[in-house]
């Protein structure tokens, strides 16, 4: 859109939006990576970095500028007449971002916007394709085979084979909630909230990855709060913040559990044991001595576990403040015969013993059972 007939000549556009996650991988990807743009840009109409403006300005006097989908409120002022905004399904603000990018696309006859993306089944990508405005294109790994080695292609496809993760991740397929999920689509977006009450109780859970290094799993870190006056089966629980952590040590997971810990004013911590038992406490009090710890130790499935909590949001009493589109694809993915991506349901583990924390454990309560 930008490049014109001769080097010099004028495109469709001349002021463009990049937008990734944050500004580092809008730069290194977008921009500077082996399939960005001054990468595929011909010689004679590659575009000039300027690294103290982010900007890129073409021979023809195109101007792309970078943004970040982490600042939604950086695209208030500037506008635009083209944006590519890439790995849209992955980020925190996709919802308020786009909102925002949406209202500066506004310049040029027929201004448009490229999202290019791993299609996660997040709800907003998802209300995104079935707009009639949108026009959505995919292509499988294979498409690229000519960039690619022919032992990546073999390796990735023996690994994954007929799954689902191979049918998203490397033949591009937006896959809605799996058949029997505990928690489909709809069920999740019904109790979305947009405010929270005044809590009585907040808690964080964490699930810590099954080995001690920082090549491991993500270590799950949910916090929950609860409204608890009146019966027990009256209470109501807010998901607060997905706060999980990737590839983390021990010392790192720890420390981002006891911030999440003060930042929303918690009254305990919460951590399975089954996998670190006494490693979990210690690395959490190294952090922090005087936290409220809790050691929970999981009896059953995790299915089972999930199937329990599943129904509390059957029966209405907990709400998502926000959008958690990591949290809530591991949640699409769970039924009662297990999880059905792939992985760790980490996340979602930590959210199933947040919420047995805050309902289903408090004595008296007729549904207290253990999981």
Not at 132 to 143: G, I, W, Y
Not at 161 to 179: F, I, M, N, P
């Amino acid at each position: 859109m930008v490049e014109g007939p001769t080097p010099r000549a004028p495109g469709r556009a001349r002021r463009v939006a990049l937008v990734g996650e944050t500004y580092d991988q809008t730069r290194e990807v977008m921009v500077m990576g082996d399939s960005g743009l001054l990468a595929c840009s011909p010689p004679d109409r590659r575009p000039d970095w300027i690294a103290t403006r982010r900007l890129l300005v073409w021979p023809n006097g195109a101007v792309a500028s970078l943004h970040s989908a982490s600042e939604p409120e950086s695209l208030r002022g500037p506008q635009f007449d083209a944006a590519w905004v890439d790995e849209l399904a992955k980020w925190k603000k996709a919802k308020d971002t786009w909102e925002m990018l949406a209202l500066a696309v506004r310049l040029g006859a027929d201004p448009r916007i490229c999202a290019t993306t791993t299609p996660r089944s997040v709800p907003f990508l998802k209300a995104l394709m079935a707009r009639d405005s949108t026009v959505t294109t995919r292509a499988p790994t294979e498409a690229n085979r000519a960039n690619l080695a022919d032992s990546y292609l073999a390796e990735v496809r023996a690994m994954f084979g007929d799954t689902r993760v191979a049918r998203q991740e490397l033949d591009g397929e937006y896959l809605d909630s799996v058949d029997g999920a505990l928690w489909p689509w709809p069920l999740i977006e019904r109790q979305r909230c947009a405010g929270v009450p005044q809590l009585t109780r907040v808690v964080v859970a964490v699930d810590p990855p099954a080995s001690g290094h920082a090549g491991s799993d993500a270590c799950g870190i949910v916090v929950a709060g609860a409204v608890t006056d009146g019966p027990a089966l009256g209470w109501r629980a807010f998901v607060l913040e997905d706060a999980t952590v990737e590839a983390a040590s021990p010392q790192a997971w720890a420390e981002a559990a006891v911030a999440a810990y003060h930042r929303h004013g918690a009254a305990r911590l919460v951590a399975e044991v089954n996998q670190g038992g006494a490693m979990v406490e210690a690395v959490v009090r190294g952090v922090d001595p005087l936290v409220s710890y809790r050691a929970v130790h999981a009896q059953r499935s995790k299915a089972m576990r999930a199937e329990t909590v599943s129904a509390l949001y059957e029966r209405g009493q907990v709400f998502h403040a926000g959008g958690f589109p990591r949290l809530e694809e591991q949640m699409s993915l769970m039924t009662a015969q297990g999880f059905q991506g792939g992985g760790s349901p980490d996340r979602l583990d930590a959210l199933v013993w947040a919420l047995h924390e805050l309902l289903l454990r408090p004595a008296g309560d007729p549904r207290m059972r253990a999981i």
